[in-house]
């Protein structure tokens, strides 16, 4: 049994700690919050504290808090040499405390309040300073996820930035068609089937291979069309930088 303690109580801290409940492998020593509250409905009100100096002992820490806050929370930990990770896409290993043994515990994937999702599909990234600690992350993830990964912080940067364009960027997008679907009194359901066949075409097709519309075929015409009918700058500008972007694919610029 590997005994964990989660600061944080965010979407991320939450979602660990459903997870973990249904592991045989771990236990949840103690959970971290500055509001008490906030973690009252995932766990029980006894092991949720608002003070560091009321941490208790445990295998493994896992900060799930904002980037700009991991660096302050890990000072303030009173204790060290013990393992201390923190769960961000972006931050390095570097931005944690040296005073105790550092880590990364990265789940790739978006998270939000009130939306069970299963932690058996989702990759975890993890780092470590040292082979053993490594065993220990591997060990916790793999309890909870079929998909664990050794990724180390520049290749962990290079999948954030990855991430925002395929999942921040293209739910953007979806907006924005939604937007124009309801100044012209569409309904934006009917784009649905499109959207999900788009995204499980990558299952079997590489992205560029999948590839369709009027960019990939060159067709002047239906772009000026779309670009004449659009009613925003916005929307005008995000077209034509994505047009050029699929023409250009395969080209040395």
Known sequence: MIRITLIGSGNV?????KAFAKSELIEIVQVYSRKKEALSAVIEFDKITSDFEDLKEADLYIIAVSDKAIADVSKQLPFQNRIVVHTSGAASLDVLDSKNRKGVFYPLQTFSKNKDIDFSAIPMCLEAENTFDFRILETVA???SNAVFAINSDQRKALHVSAVFVNNFTNHLYQIGQEICEEHQVPFEILKPLIRETAEKINTLNPIDAQTGPAKRNDAVT????LDY???ENQKNIY???TQSIQNNGKKL
């Open 223 to 226: 772009i000026n069309a779309h």
């Open 240 to 242: 034509k930088i994505l």
């Open 13 to 17: 801290a939450q979602h660990l700690i």
């Open 142 to 144: 793999k309890s909870i």
């Open 230 to 232: 659009l009613t925003t």
